[in-house]
Each structure stands twice: as structure tokens, then as C-alpha cells.
């Protein structure tokens, strides 16, 4: 079963997500004043073996009938669904004041979908405790706080704000969170051992790596890496003060491979072209009632590493002039064949020195032991 309940404020008070009180099974929720619609989720192997057989047996047709009071529903879902689980028997009572129910078989999932809606709470706003039915340690529940938002385009609707998965989550997270997708070459790598660290992570206002693939090997130089290069997705640890704070940056260190020496070139350096990285706001997926949209662009590189379902919004970036690029152009150190000779000579030399000098310090006690007795017998001489 997954269970999922939707509060939906006017956003006309500033929401303190620091009123949502996250525990390990439960969410407790405190003057909350939004509509909420309440949304469970059942395969049809969940159900009664009555409910079953009635369902599963029916694929086009429907049924309507007026009921004036849900005593009786409610009485139902209490007896044949709650069992012995107080948190169930008081949601199920809870549908005596709901505006709407609705129950819904989706032939495509084959699933029973009970849908339950409040246009306000009964004493004016919500204060309670949410609970994972006891059913299955398995079963998701998930909450989330949220009001309109503007959109980018006028004629869609824009929700936002904080979600929540009861015996996962510690605390409540925003409904979209930001990440930047980074195209390497060979020559640059990303330290995936330096970047499991998490005081290192936040400290560059990064909240997570997500994913990392291609050409990882830390010791490899450029010329024998077979990749193209390598790709990280990492996710990014907005202040919670912005967009009202100062401006932050984000850090990625990258490391320098050893790069094929370079016949024609006096700086000593060589030009390594990098992409500027993608930067997206990720919102939580939802399954969209319609199907997928043949408009919408997908294996763009990043949307298969994220899951299904995820809705995209873009940062577009400004380039220096109309015509540039959407690249950066980095100096780096390469070996200058022309002043090789120079580095052969002094290998050379330094050899042979280091060679001289741990000869003499072998040389130097054997000859200390045969010049001894020698000295002994003269420091007698005269002596005598």
C-alpha cells in the first residue's frame, strides 16, 4: 500500500517547515491551515478476497449510487481494512467530515486508488499526528506541504514546497532540489573517494554525488584512458536563507592528469576545452495522469540517473558574447619537448652524483677499518 497526503496552503503566511515535527514512523503537523487530500493505494492482492473478485473481474464498467452519510464506509474500512490499528480507525472516522471520496480501480496498475478531500480542517486547522498504517513495514507513506508558486509558463499551475517519506526522511525536503550535471575529458577526473567526505561536501555547498561514471581511475595518465572522459551529477545544498541571502558558489575539485608532452608550444602549457556544467532544478516525480508527453525531450545524459517521472527546470546560462560557446578554455602544464635536453642532462647528472655519493658512504667503513690498525700502531710510536 502507499499512502500519500497533500496539504495545500494559500501561501499568503509564511510556511515554517520547522513546524512539521518528522519522528520514525510518524509526522506531526501543528496549525496548519490548507486543504488536504488524502490518497491510498492498494494492489489488488491487499484487498478482502470479496473486494478482489469483484474487481478484478470488472474492466469497463461503472458505478454510481448517492449516499447521504459514509456511515457505512466508514464503518467498512474500520472492520475489514483497520483491523486493530488506532491510527487507521481514526483516519477512517476522519471521512465523516471530508467534502469528497472517491474510489478508483487503475486497470493499467491494477490498483485500487481511495481518494479522500478536505476543504478545510473541521476546527479550523490541522494539529495531528500521521502515521504509517500498520499493515507492512513496507508500505510508503509520504506528506507533503505545498502552495502555488509562479510558473514559468502562464498557463500552467506550479505547486511547491516541502515533502517528506515517513521512516526515511529526518526532516522535511523542498519539493525540487538543485543539481548540476559535469562533463569531464580524460585529462580532468573527479576523486570519488575525496567526495564521499560529508564535511568536505558541505563545505563546497554540496549536499550529495549522485552519480559518477567513465574514465574514475585516480593514477591513469590522459594517453592511456580509453573514455572519452567522465560525468558527475551532484547535488546541491541551497542555503536555507537564499534566494533572500548573498549570492553562494558551489566547488568541484577536479585533478590534472598527466598530459602527453608538447612539441610545438614555448608557454609550457596546453589548451583544454571544458563544457560548462548544466545546472536543474529536479522536482519530485509524479506520475502524470495522461502518459509521456512526445514533446518532451529525454536521454538527455542525466534524467535516467534521477528515475522517472521527474520534472526539469532549467538555469540557462549567459554566455560571454551572442556567439561564444558554452565553453571554457583552461591553460594547463604540459612537458616542453624543446627543453628536454635540459632534463635529460640534469637526470644524467644527478644520477651520477647520487651514484658517487652512496658509493663513498659504502666505501667509507671499509676503508675506516682497514687504515685502523695502521693508526694504532703510530698513535704507539709516539707514545713510546
Request: proline share 8%.
Amino acid at each position: 500500500m502507499r499512502q500519500r497526503t497533500t496539504f495545500i496552503h494559500d501561501g499568503a503566511t509564511e510556511f515554517n517547515p520547522q513546524d512539521l515535527r518528522v519522528a520514525r514512523d510518524s509526522l506531526v503537523v501543528k496549525n496548519l491551515k490548507a486543504a488536504r487530500e488524502d490518497r491510498l493505494s492498494f494492489a489488488l492482492h491487499e484487498l478482502p478476497p470479496e473486494q478482489d473478485t469483484f474487481i478484478s473481474g470488472q474492466s469497463s464498467f461503472y458505478f454510481h449510487r448517492l449516499v447521504s452519510s459514509p456511515d457505512h464506509l466508514v464503518s467498512f474500512v474500520q472492520q475489514k481494512l483497520c483491523a486493530a490499528d488506532p491510527a487507521c480507525h481514526h483516519w477512517a472516522a476522519s471521512l465523516l467530515y471530508a467534502d469528497y471520496v472517491d474510489i478508483t480501480h487503475d486497470e493499467g496498475s491494477d490498483t485500487l486508488i481511495c481518494s479522500a478531500f478536505w476543504d478545510h480542517a473541521p476546527t479550523g486547522a490541522w494539529n495531528e499526528k500521521i502515521r504509517r498504517l500498520a499493515r507492512d513495514k513496507h508500505d510508503k507513506v509520504e506528506v507533503g506541504v505545498l502552495a502555488s508558486e509562479k510558473a514559468a509558463d502562464p498557463a500552467e499551475l506550479s505547486l511547491g514546497g516541502w515533502l517528506t517519506v515517513i521512516g526515511e526522511d529526518d526532516k522535511p525536503n523542498p519539493s525540487c532540489s538543485l543539481h548540476t550535471y559535469v562533463t569531464l575529458p580524460s585529462a580532468l577526473f573527479v576523486d570519488r573517494y575525496q567526495l564521499s567526505d560529508p564535511l568536505l561536501l558541505a563545505s563546497k555547498n554540496l549536499h550529495a554525488i549522485r552519480a559518477l561514471s567513465g574514465a574514475t581511475d585516480l593514477e591513469a595518465p590522459d594517453w592511456v584512458v580509453d573514455a572519452w572522459g567522465s560525468a558527475l551529477l551532484a547535488e546541491i545544498a541551497v542555503p536555507e536563507a537564499w534566494p533572500h541571502s548573498a549570492p553562494f558558489e558551489i566547488d568541484i575539485p577536479l585533478h590534472l592528469r598527466y598530459l602527453p608532452p608538447a612539441a610545438n608550444t614555448t608557454s609550457g602549457t596546453t589548451s583544454l576545452r571544458v563544457p560548462w556544467p548544466v545546472l536543474f532544478w529536479a522536482c519530485r516525480p509524479s506520475p502524470p495522469e495522461h502518459g509521456i508527453n512526445p514533446f518532451d525531450r529525454q536521454h538527455l545524459g542525466y534524467d535516467a540517473l534521477l528515475g522517472p517521472w521527474y520534472t526539469y527546470h532549467h538555469l540557462h546560462p549567459v554566455p560571454r558574447t551572442p556567439d561564444a560557446l558554452l565553453v571554457e578554455t583552461i591553460a594547463m602544464p604540459v612537458l616542453n619537448l624543446q627543453h628536454t635536453r635540459w632534463v635529460e642532462s640534469g637526470t644524467v647528472l644527478v644520477v651520477v652524483l647520487a651514484f658517487a655519493w652512496v658509493s663513498w658512504k659504502l666505501v667509507q667503513p671499509l676503508s675506516n677499518r682497514v687504515l685502523a690498525p695502521e693508526r694504532r700502531v703510530a698513535e704507539g710510536k709516539k707514545r713510546a
